[in-house]
Nanobody, 125 residues
Framework: QVQLVEPGGGSVQAGGSLRLSCAAS????????VGWFRHVPGKEREGVAA???????IYADSVKGRFTISQDNAKNTLYLQMNSLKPEDTAMYYCAAVLRTPVCTFGILGLGNYWGQGTQVTVSS
């Protein structure tokens, strides 16, 4: 069984930076796909970034060049470094994991059984 815990989040002014983390307890059986979604009430959930066990990454077009996803396998922790934040990045951010999958896409990740509790990110203008 895998549990995902997301401390952090927070508020920042536009142009600022935040780093989200997601600590996984339990073993992430490879191949796996882990990543981040975000959700704003009234809008569809959006895939933000994902990474597979081999380090391959995907990003939403809206965050390319500003956000970086990474993982520390020794700590079983996933990170999302968010730079040049914009007010439209304001959302609840959730980490997610899918195990034993050779495919890592937002579609696959969105079907995952393992989700963090979510953390609020607020960017003010």
């Amino acid at each position: 069984q895998v549990q995902l815990v997301e401390p952090g989040g927070g508020s920042v002014q536009a142009g600022g930076s935040l780093r989200l983390s997601c600590a996984a307890s339990g073993y992430l059986y490879s191949p796996y796909c882990v990543g981040w979604f975000r959700h704003v009430p009234g809008k569809e959930r959006e895939g933000v970034a994902a990474i597979n066990g081999g380090g391959g990454t995907i990003y939403a077009d809206s965050v390319k060049g500003r956000f970086t996803i990474s993982q520390d396998n020794a700590k079983n922790t996933l990170y999302l470094q968010m730079n040049s934040l914009k007010p439209e990045d304001t959302a609840m951010y959730y980490c997610a994991a899918v195990l034993r999958t050779p495919v890592c896409t937002f579609g696959i990740l969105g079907l995952g059984n393992y989700w963090g509790q979510g953390t609020q990110v607020t960017v003010s203008s």
